[in-house]
Protein backbone atom coordinates (compact mmCIF):
# COMPACT_ATOMS: atom_id res chain seq x y z
CA UNK A 1 0.00 0.00 0.00
CA UNK A 2 0.94 3.33 -1.14
CA UNK A 3 2.56 5.73 1.96
CA UNK A 4 0.41 8.61 2.87
CA UNK A 5 1.28 12.15 3.99
CA UNK A 6 -0.19 11.03 7.67
CA UNK A 7 2.20 7.58 7.58
CA UNK A 8 5.24 10.38 6.64
CA UNK A 9 4.43 12.71 9.57
CA UNK A 10 4.30 9.98 11.99
CA UNK A 11 7.55 8.16 10.72
CA UNK A 12 9.21 12.09 11.04
CA UNK A 13 7.64 13.08 14.32
CA UNK A 14 5.89 16.14 13.14
CA UNK A 15 2.62 17.04 12.02
CA UNK A 16 0.69 16.67 8.71
CA UNK A 17 0.69 20.36 8.08
CA UNK A 18 4.67 20.38 8.45
CA UNK A 19 4.90 17.56 6.11
CA UNK A 20 2.74 18.80 3.63
CA UNK A 21 4.78 22.52 3.87
CA UNK A 22 7.93 20.59 3.01
CA UNK A 23 6.23 18.31 -0.23
CA UNK A 24 4.96 22.03 -0.90
CA UNK A 25 8.61 23.81 -0.87
CA UNK A 26 7.28 26.29 1.85
CA UNK A 27 10.34 28.23 3.28
CA UNK A 28 9.04 28.52 6.84
CA UNK A 29 10.46 25.31 7.83
CA UNK A 30 13.77 25.12 9.34
CA UNK A 31 16.32 23.08 7.93
CA UNK A 32 16.57 20.09 10.74
CA UNK A 33 12.94 19.77 9.76
CA UNK A 34 12.98 19.92 6.40
CA UNK A 35 15.66 16.98 6.98
CA UNK A 36 13.39 14.77 8.56
CA UNK A 37 10.65 15.13 6.98
CA UNK A 38 12.87 14.39 3.59
CA UNK A 39 14.43 11.74 5.12
CA UNK A 40 10.96 10.02 6.19
CA UNK A 41 9.77 10.44 2.67
CA UNK A 42 12.65 8.62 0.91
CA UNK A 43 12.05 6.01 3.77
CA UNK A 44 8.10 5.35 2.79
CA UNK A 45 9.10 6.15 -1.07
CA UNK A 46 5.77 8.82 -0.53
CA UNK A 47 4.97 10.43 -3.81
CA UNK A 48 2.98 13.32 -3.47
CA UNK A 49 -0.55 13.58 -5.21
CA UNK A 50 0.21 15.34 -8.24
CA UNK A 51 -3.70 15.29 -9.32
CA UNK A 52 -5.05 17.04 -6.13
CA UNK A 53 -1.93 19.35 -5.67
CA UNK A 54 -2.98 20.62 -8.95
CA UNK A 55 -6.50 20.26 -8.81
CA UNK A 56 -5.95 22.68 -6.11
CA UNK A 57 -3.98 25.36 -8.29
CA UNK A 58 -6.62 25.11 -11.26
CA UNK A 59 -4.58 22.48 -13.25
CA UNK A 60 -4.76 19.65 -14.99
CA UNK A 61 -1.53 19.22 -13.88
CA UNK A 62 0.21 18.18 -17.44
CA UNK A 63 1.76 19.71 -19.80
CA UNK A 64 2.70 18.69 -23.50
CA UNK A 65 5.93 19.01 -25.73
CA UNK A 66 5.65 18.92 -29.22
CA UNK A 67 9.13 18.44 -31.04
CA UNK A 68 9.92 16.87 -34.91
CA UNK A 69 11.26 13.88 -34.05
CA UNK A 70 11.61 11.70 -30.70
CA UNK A 71 14.73 9.36 -32.49
CA UNK A 72 16.80 12.23 -32.58
CA UNK A 73 19.55 12.38 -29.83
CA UNK A 74 19.12 15.69 -29.04
CA UNK A 75 15.31 16.30 -29.00
CA UNK A 76 15.59 12.64 -26.87
CA UNK A 77 18.28 14.41 -24.01
CA UNK A 78 15.56 17.93 -24.07
CA UNK A 79 12.58 15.78 -23.68
CA UNK A 80 14.68 13.99 -20.74
CA UNK A 81 15.41 17.08 -19.05
CA UNK A 82 12.02 18.96 -19.31
CA UNK A 83 10.10 16.24 -17.65
CA UNK A 84 12.44 15.53 -14.99
CA UNK A 85 12.44 19.87 -14.25
CA UNK A 86 8.70 19.47 -14.72
CA UNK A 87 8.22 16.60 -12.52
CA UNK A 88 10.09 18.93 -9.97
CA UNK A 89 7.16 21.49 -10.21
CA UNK A 90 4.23 18.75 -10.10
CA UNK A 91 3.64 18.59 -13.85
CA UNK A 92 3.74 15.23 -15.95
CA UNK A 93 4.67 16.08 -19.50
CA UNK A 94 2.90 14.15 -22.83
CA UNK A 95 5.22 14.05 -25.24
CA UNK A 96 4.18 14.79 -29.29
CA UNK A 97 6.96 14.04 -32.11
CA UNK A 98 5.35 16.08 -34.92
CA UNK A 99 7.47 14.95 -38.02
CA UNK A 100 7.95 18.54 -38.57
CA UNK A 101 4.63 17.52 -40.79
CA UNK A 102 2.73 20.65 -41.29
CA UNK A 103 -0.77 18.92 -40.42
CA UNK A 104 0.71 17.28 -37.30
CA UNK A 105 1.65 20.95 -36.03
CA UNK A 106 -1.41 22.81 -37.21
CA UNK A 107 -2.97 20.27 -34.78
CA UNK A 108 -0.56 21.27 -31.65
CA UNK A 109 -1.14 24.99 -32.55
CA UNK A 110 -5.22 24.84 -32.60
CA UNK A 111 -6.06 21.20 -31.36
CA UNK A 112 -4.29 20.83 -27.97
CA UNK A 113 -6.94 22.53 -26.09
CA UNK A 114 -8.98 19.58 -27.01
CA UNK A 115 -6.40 17.32 -24.60
CA UNK A 116 -6.64 17.96 -20.71
CA UNK A 117 -3.33 19.76 -20.90
CA UNK A 118 -2.62 23.30 -18.75
CA UNK A 119 0.23 24.54 -22.05
CA UNK A 120 2.62 23.21 -24.45
CA UNK A 121 6.20 23.75 -25.35
CA UNK A 122 6.28 23.54 -29.04
CA UNK A 123 9.35 23.51 -31.30
CA UNK A 124 7.76 24.28 -35.12
CA UNK A 125 9.27 23.01 -37.97
CA UNK A 126 6.91 23.46 -41.22
CA UNK A 127 4.74 26.18 -40.02
CA UNK A 128 6.07 29.61 -40.26
CA UNK A 129 5.98 32.66 -37.92
CA UNK A 130 3.10 34.17 -39.42
CA UNK A 131 1.18 31.17 -39.65
CA UNK A 132 1.81 30.78 -36.01
CA UNK A 133 0.65 34.33 -35.29
CA UNK A 134 -2.76 33.51 -36.76
CA UNK A 135 -3.30 30.84 -34.12
CA UNK A 136 -6.78 31.06 -32.14
CA UNK A 137 -6.26 28.69 -29.64
CA UNK A 138 -5.52 30.95 -26.42
CA UNK A 139 -3.99 27.83 -24.37
CA UNK A 140 -0.20 29.05 -23.05
CA UNK A 141 2.75 28.29 -25.33
CA UNK A 142 6.34 28.60 -25.25
CA UNK A 143 8.11 28.44 -28.56
CA UNK A 144 11.95 26.71 -28.90
CA UNK A 145 14.15 26.70 -31.62
CA UNK A 146 15.89 29.01 -33.75
CA UNK A 147 13.09 29.36 -36.51
CA UNK A 148 11.74 33.07 -37.01
CA UNK A 149 8.61 33.09 -34.31
CA UNK A 150 5.85 36.29 -33.93
CA UNK A 151 5.45 38.92 -31.37
CA UNK A 152 3.36 37.59 -28.15
CA UNK A 153 4.96 34.36 -27.71
CA UNK A 154 8.01 33.73 -25.05
CA UNK A 155 10.55 32.46 -27.18
CA UNK A 156 13.62 30.17 -26.16
CA UNK A 157 16.57 29.23 -29.02
CA UNK A 158 20.10 29.45 -29.00
CA UNK A 159 21.87 32.16 -30.65
CA UNK A 160 23.10 29.83 -33.68
CA UNK A 161 24.51 32.57 -35.59
CA UNK A 162 27.18 33.37 -32.89
CA UNK A 163 27.80 29.79 -31.63
CA UNK A 164 27.66 28.95 -35.10
CA UNK A 165 30.62 31.58 -35.66
CA UNK A 166 32.59 30.43 -32.47
CA UNK A 167 32.60 26.72 -34.02
CA UNK A 168 34.18 28.31 -37.33
CA UNK A 169 36.70 30.20 -35.45
CA UNK A 170 37.61 26.96 -33.20
CA UNK A 171 38.64 25.84 -36.56
CA UNK A 172 40.59 28.83 -38.41
CA UNK A 173 42.30 28.93 -34.92
CA UNK A 174 43.94 25.40 -35.33
CA UNK A 175 45.43 26.78 -38.83
CA UNK A 176 42.68 25.59 -41.06
CA UNK A 177 41.74 27.99 -44.20
CA UNK A 178 39.66 25.58 -46.39
CA UNK A 179 36.82 25.32 -44.25
CA UNK A 180 33.63 23.70 -45.23
CA UNK A 181 29.79 23.57 -43.49
CA UNK A 182 27.55 20.87 -43.95
CA UNK A 183 23.86 21.23 -43.50
CA UNK A 184 22.83 24.59 -45.61
CA UNK A 185 18.98 24.60 -46.40
CA UNK A 186 17.13 26.78 -48.78
CA UNK A 187 14.65 28.81 -45.93
CA UNK A 188 15.26 30.64 -42.45
CA UNK A 189 15.45 28.70 -39.71
CA UNK A 190 18.82 26.85 -37.30
CA UNK A 191 20.64 25.79 -40.48
CA UNK A 192 20.73 29.28 -42.38
CA UNK A 193 20.86 30.64 -38.80
CA UNK A 194 24.23 28.62 -38.66
CA UNK A 195 25.80 29.55 -42.13
CA UNK A 196 25.87 32.85 -41.09
CA UNK A 197 27.72 32.66 -38.10
CA UNK A 198 30.36 30.08 -40.27
CA UNK A 199 30.42 33.25 -43.17
CA UNK A 200 31.17 35.90 -40.87
CA UNK A 201 34.05 34.17 -39.27
CA UNK A 202 35.47 33.70 -42.37
CA UNK A 203 34.99 37.57 -43.14
CA UNK A 204 36.49 38.16 -40.36
CA UNK A 205 39.51 35.81 -41.19
CA UNK A 206 39.98 37.74 -44.69
CA UNK A 207 38.53 34.22 -46.38
CA UNK A 208 36.40 34.03 -49.30
CA UNK A 209 33.26 32.24 -49.16
CA UNK A 210 33.44 29.64 -51.72
CA UNK A 211 29.87 27.40 -52.00
CA UNK A 212 32.04 24.55 -53.56
CA UNK A 213 32.38 24.07 -49.88
CA UNK A 214 29.11 24.37 -48.59
CA UNK A 215 27.13 21.12 -48.87
CA UNK A 216 23.06 20.89 -48.45
CA UNK A 217 21.32 17.65 -47.03
CA UNK A 218 18.13 16.89 -47.26
CA UNK A 219 17.94 15.65 -43.53
CA UNK A 220 20.34 16.37 -40.58
CA UNK A 221 20.94 12.63 -40.12
CA UNK A 222 24.37 10.29 -40.00
CA UNK A 223 23.76 9.69 -43.34
CA UNK A 224 23.64 13.02 -44.74
CA UNK A 225 26.78 13.85 -43.51
CA UNK A 226 28.50 10.84 -44.37
CA UNK A 227 27.54 11.72 -47.64
CA UNK A 228 28.59 15.10 -47.82
CA UNK A 229 31.53 14.44 -46.20
CA UNK A 230 32.22 11.89 -49.75
CA UNK A 231 31.72 14.69 -51.44
CA UNK A 232 34.03 17.48 -49.89
CA UNK A 233 37.15 14.40 -49.97
CA UNK A 234 36.33 13.93 -54.04
CA UNK A 235 36.80 17.75 -54.75
CA UNK A 236 40.15 18.35 -56.39
CA UNK A 237 41.21 20.13 -53.69
CA UNK A 238 39.25 18.90 -50.32
CA UNK A 239 38.48 20.54 -47.03
CA UNK A 240 41.34 20.65 -44.37
CA UNK A 241 38.21 21.41 -41.58
CA UNK A 242 34.50 21.10 -41.29
CA UNK A 243 31.50 22.61 -39.12
CA UNK A 244 28.71 20.45 -39.41
CA UNK A 245 25.87 21.76 -38.74
CA UNK A 246 24.69 18.89 -36.36
CA UNK A 247 26.58 16.39 -34.05
CA UNK A 248 24.82 13.11 -36.06
CA UNK A 249 26.01 15.12 -39.75
CA UNK A 250 29.44 14.91 -37.61
CA UNK A 251 29.30 11.65 -36.83
CA UNK A 252 28.89 10.65 -40.54
CA UNK A 253 31.19 12.91 -41.79
CA UNK A 254 33.81 11.14 -39.29
CA UNK A 255 33.22 7.77 -40.70
CA UNK A 256 33.51 8.71 -44.17
CA UNK A 257 37.20 10.28 -43.54
CA UNK A 258 37.44 6.54 -41.66
CA UNK A 259 36.70 4.99 -44.76
CA UNK A 260 38.09 6.90 -46.95
CA UNK A 261 41.83 6.47 -44.78
CA UNK A 262 41.44 10.33 -43.82
CA UNK A 263 42.97 11.38 -40.60
CA UNK A 264 40.88 13.60 -38.18
CA UNK A 265 41.95 15.81 -37.06
CA UNK A 266 45.35 15.29 -38.84
CA UNK A 267 43.46 15.83 -42.21
CA UNK A 268 40.51 17.26 -41.45
CA UNK A 269 39.01 18.68 -38.32
CA UNK A 270 35.87 18.15 -37.81
CA UNK A 271 32.84 19.92 -35.20
CA UNK A 272 29.33 19.32 -34.92
CA UNK A 273 26.64 20.89 -32.94
CA UNK A 274 23.70 19.69 -30.61
CA UNK A 275 26.43 18.73 -27.51
CA UNK A 276 25.03 15.00 -27.64
CA UNK A 277 26.15 12.19 -25.49
CA UNK A 278 27.45 10.27 -28.89
CA UNK A 279 30.35 12.70 -29.70
CA UNK A 280 31.92 11.70 -26.43
CA UNK A 281 32.33 8.35 -26.78
CA UNK A 282 32.76 8.33 -30.70
CA UNK A 283 36.65 7.40 -32.41
CA UNK A 284 37.63 10.04 -32.57
CA UNK A 285 35.36 12.24 -29.71
CA UNK A 286 34.08 14.82 -31.47
CA UNK A 287 34.23 18.53 -30.48
CA UNK A 288 30.56 20.18 -30.38
CA UNK A 289 28.39 23.28 -29.62
CA UNK A 290 27.11 21.90 -26.29
CA UNK A 291 23.68 24.09 -25.43
CA UNK A 292 22.57 24.23 -21.64
CA UNK A 293 19.80 22.06 -21.99
CA UNK A 294 18.90 21.68 -18.59
CA UNK A 295 18.79 25.96 -18.62
CA UNK A 296 16.47 25.76 -21.57
CA UNK A 297 14.12 23.21 -20.04
CA UNK A 298 13.99 24.91 -16.63
CA UNK A 299 13.28 28.53 -18.25
CA UNK A 300 11.04 27.25 -20.91
CA UNK A 301 9.06 25.61 -17.96
CA UNK A 302 9.33 28.70 -15.78
CA UNK A 303 7.56 30.79 -18.54
CA UNK A 304 5.20 28.28 -19.19
CA UNK A 305 3.82 27.63 -15.70
CA UNK A 306 4.12 31.46 -15.04
CA UNK A 307 1.47 32.10 -18.10
CA UNK A 308 -0.56 29.31 -16.79
CA UNK A 309 -0.61 31.09 -13.47
CA UNK A 310 -1.86 34.12 -15.02
CA UNK A 311 1.24 36.12 -15.57
CA UNK A 312 0.35 38.51 -18.77
CA UNK A 313 3.08 40.55 -19.14
CA UNK A 314 5.05 41.33 -22.08
CA UNK A 315 6.41 38.13 -24.03
CA UNK A 316 10.16 37.03 -23.18
CA UNK A 317 13.28 36.09 -25.80
CA UNK A 318 15.65 34.01 -23.82
CA UNK A 319 18.90 33.11 -25.00
CA UNK A 320 20.14 29.60 -23.96
CA UNK A 321 23.63 29.64 -22.96
CA UNK A 322 26.13 27.32 -24.48
CA UNK A 323 29.41 26.01 -24.36
CA UNK A 324 32.03 25.19 -26.65
CA UNK A 325 33.78 21.99 -26.10
CA UNK A 326 37.23 21.01 -27.66
CA UNK A 327 37.58 17.17 -28.38
CA UNK A 328 40.14 14.94 -30.02
CA UNK A 329 38.32 15.55 -33.52
CA UNK A 330 39.73 19.09 -33.63
CA UNK A 331 42.41 19.70 -31.25
CA UNK A 332 43.78 15.91 -31.08
CA UNK A 333 44.27 12.74 -28.22
CA UNK A 334 45.55 15.23 -25.78
CA UNK A 335 41.91 16.67 -25.38
CA UNK A 336 39.60 14.64 -23.91
CA UNK A 337 36.61 15.91 -21.83
Not at 16 to 40: F, G, L, M, W, Y
Not at 69 to 88: G, H, I, N, Q
Not at 216 to 227: I, K, N, Q, S, T
Not at 232 to 245: G, H, I, M, W, Y
Request: contains cysteine; charged residues 25%.
Amino acid sequence: MAARLRDVAERAGVSVKTVSNVVNNHPHVTEATRAKVSAAIEELRYRPNLSARNLKHGRAGFLALAVPAMDSPYFAELAAKVTSEAAAMGFIVLLDATGGDEHAERVVLEGMRSHVIDGVIFSPLALSADEIAGRDDDLPMVLLGERPTPTGYDHIAVDSVAAGRAATEHLLALGRRRVAAIGRETVRGTASERLRGYRQALRAADLAYDPELVVGVPHFERGDGYAAMQQLLALPSPPDAVFCFNDLMAVGAVRACAEAGVRVPEDVAVIGFDGIAETRYANPSISTISPDLTHLARRALEMLVSRIDGDTSPSQEVAVPWTLVARESTTGRAAQT
